[in-house]
């Protein structure tokens, strides 16, 4: 073929707009396709297409709009001085690329996807890391969207930080009694201590990784993903994660009583303790094998002064559940207590009441949600539908009964009203364990 009137061909329909639509379409046409073949239809035709058309096929196209086939570019190409020009060449040099079909594409995009994934794996030694990556690349698992979103953005990127997550699942025990702190782990694998932040694209990945080996859900909140790493191994804000107690003793890793725990205990004072003093603990006890646990602060400390001399295991969570106040009653199960759990009586304290049930199941009980409770204290807030609706969430059995009285009183009932039932039924507890003994 004459380069030399290939060039002039490509210049005469660069240099007349009216072409330029057509040829858009012709180029969606044999992507389509994989030929040159098809109609095209454009509307609304510019007088630069009417001139152009009339001009190239011989035939009138002043009207509004117009059908061609593609095949008959082809033909009136070969009757100009074009003739014996490749069309399909003119398109290609016309928009500066080759013309690939939707199939040519797609197995051009999955072999270098393949390869660069591969380069990846060849890099990486037998690993549990390689192991996630191999599998999560082969289907379509949780975290293949986001890492094939990331494949398109940024690929040198990608790679960075796959290798990055890939060392730190080799490194990190995936169990919560042998801990790592995520800005060591972070600095351990890129000596940037805010690499696997919650907010990077490589926390993310780490994310899906872990939940790739524990076989759950990605986390909804932060306090979910707080406790998801820590089943991994790993403690992400050790020190403002807290919770307070009383009444209750810790051993250390030489299965003595802890000094500080045993000294709040003594003096019957609660101890503010972080995800940083629990994890230190192999085993945290409750003397008298029972710990109530309040939603809310103000009842905690009241009974808290109003015991003092029998000195309960008492707990308090500040509303919603912290992770340092999850993993403290994970211990506290783990050691043979009963949970009495008691919160406020409206959908929010409901479902807190739902979540700790189905986590404990008969190892919690569900204390003063009797209907006789609420309709005792029942107050004269009012609840909302959109708050009313919240109950439709809640799975208990056990919690049915009180969601239905709540939707149809459609008030909120508060624990601060139920203080001198808590005590009564600790004093009764207490003197019941007693004659246990």
């Given amino acids: ?233 790993i403690i992400r804000d050790e020190v403002s994660n807290y919770t307070l107690c009383s009444g209750m003793l810790a051993y250390s890793e030489k299965n003595e009583i802890h000094r500080g725990w045993q000294g709040f205990y003594n003096s019957g004072e609660p101890i503010q303790v972080s995800l940083f003093n629990i994890s230190r603990t192999t085993r945290i006890v409750s003397p008298c094998k029972k710990v109530y646990v309040f939603e809310n602060p103000t009842v905690f400390t009241e009974i808290l002064n109003r015991t003092l001399e029998i000195k309960p295991s008492l707990m308090c969570t500040f509303g919603n559940f912290k992770l340092a106040s999850l993993i403290l009653m994970d211990k506290l199960v783990e050691s043979g207590a009963l949970i009495y759990y008691s919160g406020d009586m409206d959908p929010e304290g409901i479902i807190m009441a739902d979540k700790l049930n189905l986590r404990y199941g008969k190892k919690l009980i569900l204390w003063r949600y009797d209907i006789e409770d609420y309709k005792n204290i029942i107050s004269d807030v009012e609840l909302g539908e959109m708050r009313i609706k919240k109950l439709q969430l809640v799975e208990s059995p056990k919690l049915k009964k009180i969601c239905e009285t709540i939707i149809n009183y459609k008030r909120a009932a508060y624990q601060e009203l139920l203080i001198d039932k808590y005590e009564e039924d600790i004093r009764k507890a207490e003197i019941l364990f007693k004659d246990l003994k």
């Fill in 1 to 233: 073929m004459d380069e030399k009137l290939l060039e002039e061909c490509v210049d005469y329909f660069k240099n007349n707009p009216g072409f330029k639509r057509a040829f858009k379409k012709i180029e969606e046409k044999y992507k389509s396709l994989g030929v040159l073949g098809g109609t095209i239809n454009l509307v609304n035709l510019s007088d630069f297409e009417k001139d152009a058309f009339t001009g190239f096929f011989k035939k009138n196209y002043y009207k509004k709009e117009a059908s061609i086939k593609v095949e008959n570019f082809v033909k009136a190409l070969g009757d100009t001085k074009f003739s014996g020009v490749d069309f399909k060449i003119v398109l290609e040099k016309y928009f500066n690329h080759k013309f690939y079909s939707k199939k040519e594409e797609k197995t051009q995009y999955d072999e270098k996807r393949y390869l660069f994934y591969k380069g990846i794996m060849d890099e990486l030694h037998a690993s549990r890391g390689k192991q996630w990556l191999s599998i999560i690349l082969e289907s379509d698992g949780s975290g293949t969207r986001f890492i094939n979103q990331k494949y398109h953005e940024d690929r040198e990127n990608l790679k960075y930080n796959l290798k990055a997550v890939c060392r730190a699942v080799d490194i990190i025990s995936f169990n919560r009694d042998n801990l790592i702190r995520l800005a060591v782990l972070a600095s351990r694998v890129t000596k940037n201590p805010h690499f696997f932040d919650n907010d990077k694209d490589a926390g993310k990945l780490l994310v899906f990784a872990i939940i790739f080996f524990k076989k759950v859900p990605y986390p909804k909140n932060a306090e979910g993903l707080s406790e998801l790493m820590y089943s991994a191994g």
